[in-house]
């Protein structure tokens, strides 16, 4: 197998994949337990493109040293990307599983669990998320979670933090602001929005928030006004 896994590191450095996966699949019938061959095939498979067996290869890699949370991560991380989300969520789970600060499939996970609608599990999972590390991402996790679970008050908070985080993140701003049109706080949202825009005047997603919250104050020609703001910066969308 060595001399196999030789010439596949060779071929790969001269971005010759499927020479490399030749020679690495080579190593692997002589033997079909090799941990490095079978770790370079699913990376070559991967920047050919071929996700499916690059995640079948991390799958044999899970089997085969099941304690190690890579593997599990790595799996899951390919299956999100094949949109096969529940198979994803078993496996960030186990990596979870083995380590709980584990920042990568933490933040996959969250991701994973909101894309399938489970926003319960996702807000257990964003809260280690937080735990781990507080950064403006695991934040607004949290605050997407707890908005799509109806908790606009405790969202806004962590919209919030978000922002205080990252004084530029301009999705925090749009979710604080939209969380406060669903509280009835009118003018501390368009107050936000505005803030946002001072960020990035063109921002369609803070005008739309700002028309929002003159809608919801009934008036109507100010909301247009904003509304026309994003027709005019993206025509091809009316």
Do not use: W
């Not at 030749?22 to 090799?34: G, R, T």
């Not at 690059?54 to 044999?60: F, K, L």
């Not at 679970?149 to 933090?161: D, I, M, P, R, V």
């Amino acid at each position: 197998p060595k001399k196999f896994i030789e010439l596949g590191e060779k071929a790969e450095k001269q971005s010759d994949f499927k020479s490399a996966i030749d020679n690495y699949s080579k190593a692997l019938e002589l033997d079909a337990k090799n941990i490095k061959a079978l770790k370079l095939r699913a990376a070559a498979y991967e920047k050919s493109g071929r996700i499916d067996e690059a995640s079948a290869d991390y799958e044999a890699l899970v089997a085969l040293e099941p304690k190690e949370k890579e593997y599990y991560y790595q799996t899951g991380r390919l299956l999100a990307d094949l949109n096969k989300l529940k198979d994803a969520d078993n496996y960030l789970r186990k990596a979870i599983d083995l380590d709980k600060g584990y920042t990568e499939a933490l933040t996959l996970e969250v991701k994973v669990l909101y894309n399938l609608r489970d926003f319960k599990n996702g807000l257990t999972y964003s809260q280690l998320a937080i735990d781990d590390r507080k950064t403006n991402i695991s934040l607004y996790n949290h605050a997407l979670n707890l908005d799509s679970l109806a908790n606009y008050a405790e969202a806004e908070k962590f919209y919030k933090n978000a922002r205080s985080v990252d004084a530029k993140f301009i999705a925090a701003f749009i979710g604080q602001a939209n969380c406060m049109i669903k509280l009835n706080r009118i003018d501390e949202a368009l107050k936000v929005c505005d803030e946002a825009l001072k960020i990035d005047a063109s921002n369609n997603e803070a005008l739309m928030s700002k028309a929002l919250a003159f809608a919801a104050k009934k008036e109507y020609q100010s909301a247009t006004n904003e509304i026309t703001k994003v027709i005019i910066s993206a025509p091809s969308e009316r």
